[in-house]
């Protein structure tokens, strides 16, 4: 069990006051807070073993790349990949879809074949695949969705079917929360023999994550939406495909031999990591991912459903808000997206942050989705393990407090 206020007292910016009130922080799905351990983790590095890692024969070099490539066997254990050799640091989410484009989609998509998506995709979910689907002559898909913000699978048989090389969904909406049902959309594509990307940004910090279980052939998320510093990203792969792709980046550190003319290539997963890697925040994600774990990521799940279920009732009952999403925690996370047809959501959000509430208002990366709800914006709540219940009472009042100051 969570329990928030022994939890928040490891963060330190969680004390902070704003327009002199103290901070609640509902952003999290942009990015989350960092525990002391992550920021010592970080400094730690640089105060007593900065150095290069895997080409130094001195104790700093040796001891740097141990704590590198142990934060990479955390994230492995993590998600439950079978081998490390699958984890490849990325700068972030984006980077990492970025590279799966690059290195996997150019070899493998060709003339008329389907890249499928969803209506919920975050663009960097998006945009990589109308790029490869340009430059193919494939065809993108994508998979509609309710009113509610739930995928539309009524007409899945055809949307994604034999000439389907490639399905790349998110496992939640970081628009609306909505929890994908990726496993079974996994299981059909399998029938196709197509390829699955998971952008799991959204879920891996929120979710147990089993990606053997989910039998996905690519998982990409970022650290910083998990109590991880910015600047570094993960994409698993599974490794005979990882054998198969080309590099992304060429140069030092992704090469075993150079001659003259030509290079062969490092072993996995290094063939995908060229010059030096991004160090203290990988060994300070390391650290990121043993405080996730010293909760249970079941117990980070459970927390969020009781957040959610309190914000969503309380909200429900604001004449004048409009709930977007599924307003179901069976599928749906931590994140609560509204509209209030008489205030524009950037004022709700200026409002909120006078008394101190940061969330997010705009199109959250995810402009399709926006037209297809018939929304320039929405106001979003998102939560983690340091939020209360006393803060959600926060947020409810402050919006009643807006809708009464706006209305007059
Ligand atoms: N996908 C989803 C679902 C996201 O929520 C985000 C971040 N908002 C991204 C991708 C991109 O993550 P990053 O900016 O860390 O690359």
Not at 143 to 171: F, R
Not at 181 to 210: C, E, T
Request: aromatic fraction near 8%; hydrophobic fraction near 40%.
């Amino acid at each position: 069990m969570i329990n928030p206020i022994l939890i928040r007292s490891d963060f330190p910016i969680l004390s902070r006051t704003v327009n002199g009130v103290p901070l609640v922080y509902f952003d999290n799905a942009a990015t989350t807070q960092k525990p002391t351990s992550v920021i010592d983790a970080l400094s730690n590095y640089y105060l007593t073993i900065n150095s290069n890692v895997h080409r130094g024969v001195h104790r700093l070099s040796m001891e740097a790349t141990e704590e590198f490539e142990k934060a990479r066997i955390s994230v492995a254990k993590f998600i439950n990949a079978k081998s490390s050799r699958s984890i490849v640091w990325t700068r972030n989410t984006t980077e990492s879809i970025n590279l799966v484009a690059h290195s996997w989609a150019k070899k493998n998509i060709s003339k008329g074949d389907k890249i499928v998506v969803s209506q919920l995709e975050h663009h960097s979910n998006l945009v990589p695949w109308q790029q490869i689907a340009m430059e193919r002559d494939a065809q993108l898909v994508i998979i509609p969705i309710s009113d509610e913000g739930v995928l539309d699978l009524s007409n899945i048989d055809v949307l994604l079917d034999s000439s389907t090389k490639l399905l790349a969904i998110t496992h939640i909406s970081n628009a609306l929360g909505t929890i994908n049902p990726v496993k079974d959309l996994i299981s059909l594509a399998r029938k196709h023999d197509a390829f699955v990307l998971v952008d799991g940004a959204q879920s891996a910090p929120h979710l147990p994550i089993d990606v053997q279980d989910l039998d996905c052939d690519f998982f990409v998320f970022s650290g910083h939406k998990m109590l991880g510093p910015t600047g570094i990203g993960v994409l698993y792969t599974k490794e005979e495909i990882l054998l198969d792709m080309d590099p992304f980046l060429t140069g030092g550190e992704m090469v075993m031999q150079v001659w003259d003319q030509k290079a062969s290539w490092n072993d996995l997963p290094m063939k995908f990591e060229a010059g030096t890697p991004n160090i203290a925040d990988v060994i300070a994600f390391g650290s990121a991912i043993s405080y996730l774990e010293n909760l249970g990521m079941d117990n980070v799940r459970k927390h969020e459903i009781d957040l959610t279920k309190y914000a969503l009732e309380a909200l429900s009952k604001i004449d004048g808000l409009n709930l977007l999403g599924p307003c179901d925690t069976n599928n749906q996370a931590g994140v609560i997206s509204f509209d209030i047809s008489s205030i524009h959501p950037h004022d709700v959000g200026t409002f909120l942050d006078q008394r101190g509430i940061a969330i997010r208002t705009g199109h959250h990366c995810s402009m399709p989705l926006m037209h297809r709800l018939n929304l320039p914006a929405t106001a979003r709540a998102s939560f983690y393990i340091y939020n209360t219940f006393e803060e959600v009472d926060k947020l409810v009042d402050s919006i009643v407090g807006a809708i009464e100051f706006f209305g007059k």
